[in-house]
């Protein structure tokens, strides 16, 4: 099993990248997320699950582990394959797919293209218990962020450049503290994150 790439990439476009390993490029499916962040000649590491068929080897990889242990769950789901397992991924955050999941709600996953309304429903009922949130699922204690709220505001962070755990943590950390006003609204939630974040990371990630 090819569980991780570390390599120069030599190409990429919408769905996927080669990578260059010891002088061997490995071509691999990657979510819209991934894509975009890579250039050529940039320096990456993927996590990688090897799909095996009789007339195919396929890699797809992920930047964050979470999201390749979320992609193989995800394959465990009847009628689910490969390629519509990584659409959903391009389309949620783990964070968001746990939220689905534990609200039994299948409409994220209608929404994605090549997933059906019985598959939609299948991954609800599927890959219930198995998926979990940390600060969506933190988030739903006294004194915190309701789930929906904080889920919006980890996909947010991820959205400016900030990656899902740190994204989660900043979330769970500012929630604990955090007036009833500040943890009833996105925006507010979400600019006392970035404030916890720092400025100067702040228009980085803007830039």
Do not use: C
């Not at 190409?11 to 990578?19: F, G, K, M, N, T």
């Not at 390993?21 to 090897?50: I, K, P, Y």
């Not at 006294?142 to 996909?155: E, K, L, N, R």
Request: aromatic share 2%; no cysteine; net charge negative.
């Amino acid at each position: 099993m090819i569980s991780s790439l570390r390599g120069r990439v030599l190409h990429v476009d919408a769905e996927s990248v080669i990578l260059e390993v010891g002088g061997v490029g490995f071509a691999v499916a990657v979510t819209a997320q991934v894509a975009r962040s890579l250039h050529l000649g940039d320096e990456t590491m993927l996590h990688t699950n090897l799909i095996v068929r009789e007339d195919a080897l396929s890699l797809y990889g992920f930047a964050e582990r979470d999201e390749l242990e979320t992609f193989a769950l995800l394959l465990s789901v009847s009628g689910v394959g490969p390629k519509s397992a990584l659409g959903v991924m391009s389309s949620l955050t783990v964070a968001q797919i746990a939220d689905a999941v534990s609200a039994e709600d299948d409409a994220p996953f209608r929404r994605v293209s090549g997933i059906g309304p019985k598959t939609a429903k299948l991954i609800v009922v599927q890959l219930a218990g198995k998926l979990t949130a940390p600060a969506a699922h933190r988030a739903s204690t006294p004194g915190a962020a309701s789930a929906p709220i904080a889920a919006q505001v980890v996909a947010a962070l991820i959205a400016l450049g900030w990656n899902e755990r740190v994204s989660a943590e900043t979330v769970r950390d500012v929630s604990e503290d955090a007036t009833a006003a500040d943890l009833s609204s996105v925006p507010a939630l979400l600019k006392l994150a970035l404030a916890h974040l720092g400025p100067s990371r702040t228009e980085q990630a803007r830039g």
